[in-house]
C-alpha cells in the first residue's frame, strides 16, 4: 500500500484525458504558463522599470529615417 506504480499513474492519467479532453488541457497549460509568466514579470518590481530609459525624440526621428520603405497613409472609411 505504499506508493503508486508507473501503471497507477497511466490510469489516472487516461481518466483525466477522458474526461476534460485533450484541448481542455493544453489550454489549462498555456493559461497556467501565462500567469507564472505575468507573476514573474510583476516581482521584477517597479525599480527595473525605472532603469530603462525612454527613447528620446532624436532617436524617434532617427529611427523614422532609417526605414525608408515605409509608406504613410491614410485609411479612409467608406461612404
Keep these: 500500500m505504499g ?3 508507473i501503471w497507477h499513474w497511466l ?3 487516461l481518466v483525466v484525458v477522458v ?4 484541448k481542455k488541457l493544453r489550454n489549462i497549460g498555456s493559461d497556467l504558463g501565462g500567469a507564472v ?3 514573474k514579470e510583476g516581482m521584477k ?3 527595473e522599470e525605472a532603469e ?8 524617434v ?3 523614422k529615417r532609417a526605414d525608408t520603405n515605409t509608406v ?3 485609411a479612409k472609411s467608406r461612404s
Design 61 to 63: 526621428t532617427a529611427a
Design 37 to 39: 509568466r505575468g507573476f
Design 72 to 74: 504613410d497613409v491614410e
Design 11 to 13: 490510469i489516472v492519467l
Design 3 to 5: 506508493s503508486f506504480s
Design 19 to 22: 474526461i476534460f479532453g485533450t
Design 45 to 47: 518590481g517597479a525599480g
Design 52 to 59: 530603462t530609459p525612454a527613447p528620446t525624440s532624436q532617436q
